[in-house]
C-alpha cells in the first residue's frame, strides 16, 4: 500500500485546513483497512491523531487535544482519508502522517506500531 498525503501549509491561528490521504495498490480492498493520522512536532515523538476503522465499522476516535476542532472521514469509491482541522493552535504544528493497516486491534488504533504503511507526511504550520 502507497499512501501519500496532501493538503498540508501555514495557517493563522483559528483558521482551517484540510488534509487528504490517498492510497493506492495492487488489489488494494482500501475499505478493509483501519486509517489513521498521527504527527510529529520537532523534538517530539510521533503522536496520534485521529483514526477511522475499516470494514464497514468506521468507529472513529481522536487524540483529546484535537476533540472538537478536527474530523476525520473516508471515502472508499476514492482510496482516500481527510482530516478537516478547524480552530487550529500553534500547539498543531507538525508534520501530519497518514497510516493504513488492515489488522489493527481495537485497543491500540492508536499506537503507531499498529500500522504497517506510511505516507511521507505533509507540514502544517501554524501561526500565532
Known amino acids: 500500500v502507497q499512501l501519500q498525503a496532501s493538503g498540508g501549509g501555514l495557517v493563522q491561528a483559528g483558521g482551517s485546513l484540510r488534509l487528504s490521504c490517498a492510497a493506492s495498490?495492487?488489489?488494494?480492498?482500501?475499505?478493509?483497512?483501519?486509517m489513521a493520522w498521527f504527527r510529529q512536532a520537532p523534538g517530539k515523538e510521533r503522536e496520534f491523531v485521529a483514526v477511522?476503522?475499516?470494514?464497514?465499522?468506521?468507529?472513529?476516535k481522536y487524540a483529546e487535544s484535537v476533540k472538537g476542532r478536527f474530523t476525520i472521514s473516508r471515502d472508499n469509491a476514492k482510496n482516500t482519508v481527510s482530516l478537516q482541522m478547524n480552530s487550529l493552535k500553534s500547539e498543531d504544528t507538525a508534520v501530519y502522517y497518514c497510516?493504513?493497516?488492515?489488522?489493527?486491534?481495537?485497543?491500540?488504533?492508536?499506537?503507531?506500531?499498529?500500522?504497517?504503511?506510511w505516507g511521507l507526511g505533509t507540514q502544517v504550520t501554524v501561526s500565532s
Open positions: 497510516a493504513a493497516d488492515r489488522s489493527v486491534i481495537a485497543g491500540l488504533m492508536a499506537t503507531p506500531n499498529s500500522y504497517d504503511h
Open positions: 477511522i476503522s475499516g470494514y464497514g465499522r468506521s468507529t472513529l
Open positions: 495498490g495492487r488489489d488494494l480492498q482500501f475499505s478493509r483497512y483501519t
